[in-house]
């Protein structure tokens, strides 16, 4: 019994040192809370954004080619339309994103259905409507290529030129690795050819963070910034981290909004949220990137920094054709400052 006991004392202690190597950092965790829950709607400006389907510009051929022809309805019926445009602003969205992409690989930007445009800037009287162009790089986009960025820049000119209703262009090439200087050179003459008065609106890419280490989809602060003074507005792209767990991702959106609030040089921006639910990929998770999770991380985020600075705008949501109503409801009672409106 003599030895057995400091044995058996240094066991307990050993198990009771194990148990607070193991218990702790789980207490921790569920101590732990980046985000925040705000329901006033005190960030809402009424300038939010969303990325728009193809449908909605995009010519007969983008419906035969795609087997869409059963939905062309959804586009083209004027009830339809109505019922868009009517929930697109209750949620106070007024940067509009309609997908007209890959370009092709020449350089112009795929077709148009024109009398379509008209009908929907028609309806959208008041919103900002910014076609969404570009594609995948080397794929669809060779801004290494002189004689491909002369003929996109033109194909853009003369899209702005033939529907000068358009608000701009929103430019969304991937992957675009930070301190690529090919697509600052893009930025300059896209913007050198485009009206005064037209927008250039950029797809942007986050911060790098040690949980999703993939140099190609994430700009440093340097690189951030110089894009930021090429184009008029950014829109930056909050998803697709790989993060399983939803607190580090709340955590994360904070620290990027901060990062590229901060970062904008001035230029408007709109925080990227997820509204999809892509299954069985190692990109996304929608159980963790969701808009209840990306709500709270930029709620803490803007909280952090005391007042939104005058470079934020508001969210962006993709996409529209992924939204579901219960996606609208959780916008509406996490961000949205509701009115009797």
Known sequence: MIHLYPTTRRGRVRALV????????????QAWSPGEIITDGRYDLHTNGIWLAHGWLGDEAWFIENDREHQRAAYRDPVHVKAAVARWRTHHITDLFPHLAPVESSGVLPGVDAAQVERFLDACDGMRVMPWVGGVR?????????????????????LLDTHPRLAGIHLNVEPWPSGDAEMLTLLEELRAVMP?????????????????????????EAYFRQVATRCDQLAVMMYDTSIRLQKPYRKLMADWTRQVLTWSEG???????PAYEDQDVDYHHPRVENLDNALRGIHAGIAALGSPPSSYRGVAI????TTDAHEWTTLRERFLAVTDE
């Open 138 to 158: 080397d794929g669809h986009c060779f801004p290494q290529s002189p004689r491909w960025r002369a003929r996109f820049v033109a194909s853009v000119r003369d």
């Open 318 to 321: 993709y996409s529209d054709w």
């Open 18 to 29: 194990l148990a607070a190597v193991v218990v702790l950092p789980v207490l921790g965790y």
């Open 267 to 273: 230029t408007p921006v709109l925080l990227g949220l």
């Open 196 to 220: 005064r008065d037209k927008l250039l609106s950029v797809a942007a890419y986050p911060p790098p963070t040690r949980w999703h280490p993939y140099p190609e989809v994430h700009w440093d």
